[in-house]
């Protein structure tokens, strides 16, 4: 299960402070100071079976990792994303012959396979972004909180990805939600109900 509040950075200078927010780096896990390089592919069939599921299925690098990402259904209301998520290590090979069989034996697997079958799998979309993360301990939730810079790239065109992200690890979701609300404030952030691939079958015109 994932649970993040999402947001849409509007002030390009707020990108260069809000990591560096004086409450965040009270509450920030010193050990914990990311930048990664994320590069993502998203599979479907041709005729979109895991979209009209709202199954998103992706294959990123995670600087010289690779993880595959299933995502289904939940919720998003006021930034708030709630749904379904499982992540499977796994190496480039996979992007190259993409298989719902790396998630056999999870809770969605028979659902998975009834809608692909034997179909193949597709590129979709594709996303470059830069992700600086933070974890932060509040006393009653930790959370990690991160910047994401970088681009949405589809066959009708491109878009900019400029988010922040608070994804709750572990403790209170109320809690999580108010250190959004306080950054909301603070830094001029925007609510965003739709997810990074969302916005790219936006682009593509098939939702």
Known sequence: MEIELKYL???????????????LLEIKDSSFDETIQMKAVYFDTEEGDLRSLQIALRARFEN????????????????????????VPSDTGYIEHPTVDIFKGSEIYDELLAAVSDKKLMPVMEMDYVRKAIQVDTGKS????????????????????????????????????????ELAAKYNLETSDKSKYQRGLELLGVI
Do not use: F
């Open 142 to 181: 930790i959370s990690v909180v991160s910047l994401d810079e970088g681009t949405i790239h589809t066959s009708k065109g491109d878009d900019e990805i400029l988010e922040v992200e608070v994804e709750l690890y572990s403790g209170d979701q109320e809690d999580m939600v108010a250190l959004g609300g």
């Open 9 to 23: 950075l509007r002030d390009d200078l707020a990108k260069d402070r809000i990591l560096n927010d004086k409450h």
């Open 64 to 87: 010289e990792k690779v993880v595959v990402t299933l995502k289904w259904r939940g919720s998003a209301q006021d930034g708030l994303h709630v749904r379904g998520e499982l992540n």
